[in-house]
Nanobody, 132 residues
Framework: QVEVVESGGGLVQAGDSLRLSCTASGRAANGRTFENFDMGWFRQAPGKEREFVAG????????YYADSVKGRFTISRDNAKNTAYLQMNALKPEDTAVYYCAATWTPAAGWVGTTPEAYDLWGQGTQVIVSS
């Protein structure tokens, strides 16, 4: 059984940085573990739908970002620690949201999943508030 847990959110000022962490522990029903999971970050602001932020594939490390965060956010993973990271720089008030980490052990071949349906398990979310 897999568990996904995020951490690292908080209250910051515009222009500041934060690093979110996501640990995915355990073994999936198909026998896969973190090193074989695609990982994704999503966010949801009040009154808005959950939106894709960034994703990273296990197979070749391919990465994809939403246009709104490209150049400011960096996703990475450390398989030895079963952890994915989201480094967020130059934060803006519009980045305020609950950030969710998601894992899939049944990833599509060839591309990073950018929709919630592409992922098998979600964390509980961590709040990020950026003040102006």
């Amino acid at each position: 059984q897999v568990e996904v847990v995020e951490s690292g959110g908080g209250l910051v000022q515009a222009g500041d940085s934060l690093r979110l962490s996501c640990t995915a522990s355990g073994r999936a029903a198909n026998g896969r573990t973190f090193e074989n999971f695609d990982m994704g970050w999503f966010r949801q602001a009040p009154g808005k739908e959950r939106e894709f932020v960034a994703g990273i594939k296990w197979s070749d490390g391919s990465i994809y970002y939403a246009d709104s965060v490209k150049g400011r956010f960096t996703i990475s993973r450390d398989n030895a620690k079963n952890t994915a990271y989201l480094q967020m720089n130059a934060l803006k008030p519009e980045d305020t949201a609950v950030y969710y980490c998601a894992a899939t052990w049944t990833p599509a071949a060839g591309w990073v999943g950018t929709t919630p349906e592409a992922y098998d398990l979600w964390g509980q979310g961590t709040q990020v508030i950026v003040s102006s």
